[in-house]
């Protein structure tokens, strides 16, 4: 990534452009004597840096970016200008060249100025709250309607034009969960990220509200992690508000039994506080299953050993 001595015009009348002001050189960046850090990647990403921000020894200054998948390429000029001042890069993992621009991980971290740090986090996912459900896309498919995850129950019903058996065999999700810790820990070591994955058992139904959102407790978790890397005081805390509170899953009562969970089951979904019941995106991701057949297909090759594991074939 190479910045650019002329920043790109923008319109500082826009919500968007003031929502991330500093970023866009229309605010200015945060005074104070800590380091000035930017935490890249997803909304993961900017979760945990709202609790290294809001930290009670406020030992960090932060700047808030974009996501990287809303990032253009006017914004990766802007990117590269604020990295010549910053202190800390906190990065999820991303490849090169994400999206045809230079956003990878690697790739931002050569426009640092010397001397600064990099701290390298987890994408947290975790399947054992809710081991139906998976995530398949395509960029022609995009995602499905009511919300953006596949229920393998849903496919199976889709491809086979009945009803797979209502069960959840008790052995299988634990399986889901021992595998999903697992794979977790074999990322973070191929990624070379500060641990999270011994949270996830402990955190119980707070590890996440669905498979790629993670709960406060796993936030906080990780921004302790990222303060003991970077020599900081390790406080982090709850900030009494959930951080990633767009959407919940249902929570199978099954799933509270084998897993012995201290909570309480839901039977719906909860999208931005409103009640949507489960049935309901099951039919309308029904009726858009029938005419993405390709959806279809790849998730029953992708998941079937989950499908096989949860007694649903």
């Known amino acids: 990534m190479t910045s650019a001595s002329i920043r790109p015009r923008v319109d500082d009348s826009d919500g968007r452009v003031r929502h991330y002001g500093a970023f866009y050189g229309v605010d200015a960046l945060p005074e104070g004597d800590g380091p000035l850090v930017v935490v890249l990647g997803n909304c ?13 020894s406020r030992g960090v200054r932060s700047v808030r970016v974009p996501p990287v998948f809303e990032m253009t390429e006017d914004d990766v000029v802007h990117l590269g200008l604020l990295l010549e001042r910053t202190d800390v890069l906190v990065g999820q993992p991303i490849k090169d060249d994400y999206r045809g621009m230079p956003l990878g991980t690697a790739q ?15 994408v947290s996912f975790y399947a054992g709250l809710y081991p139906w459900q998976v995530l398949v896309r395509t960029p022609e498919s995009g995602d499905p309607p009511g919300v953006p995850y596949h229920d393998l129950r849903t496919v199976l019903e889709a491809a086979d034009g009945t009803r797979p058996p209502d069960r959840l065999d008790a052995d299988g999700i634990r399986e889901i969960s021992r595998a999903s810790v697992a794979e977790l820990r074999r990322r973070e070591d191929a990624a070379g990220t500060v641990r999270v994955s011994d949270v996830l058992l402990e955190a119980g139904a707070d ?26 005081p390790v406080d982090a805390q709850d900030p009494g508000r959930t951080l990633l509170s767009e959407l919940f899953a249902p929570l199978d009562p099954r799933v509270v039994d084998a897993l012995d969970l201290d909570a309480e089951p839901r039977t719906g979904w909860t999208r931005r506080g409103e009640h949507v019941p489960d049935d309901e995106v099951r039919e309308v991701q029904l009726a858009w299953l029938a005419d993405h057949p390709d959806i279809v297909r790849l998730t029953l090759e992708r998941h079937a050993g989950t499908a096989r594991l949860l007694g649903l074939r």
């Open 44 to 56: 993961q990403a900017e979760a945990v840096r709202v609790l290294l921000d809001g930290s009670p």
């Open 207 to 232: 590890a996440c509200h669905v498979v790629n959102h993670p709960g406060n407790t796993l936030l906080v978790a990780l921004a302790r992690r990222v303060q003991e890397q970077l020599g900081l």
């Open 108 to 122: 931002v971290a050569q426009a640092l100025a010397p001397g600064a740090q990099v701290v390298r986090i987890p």
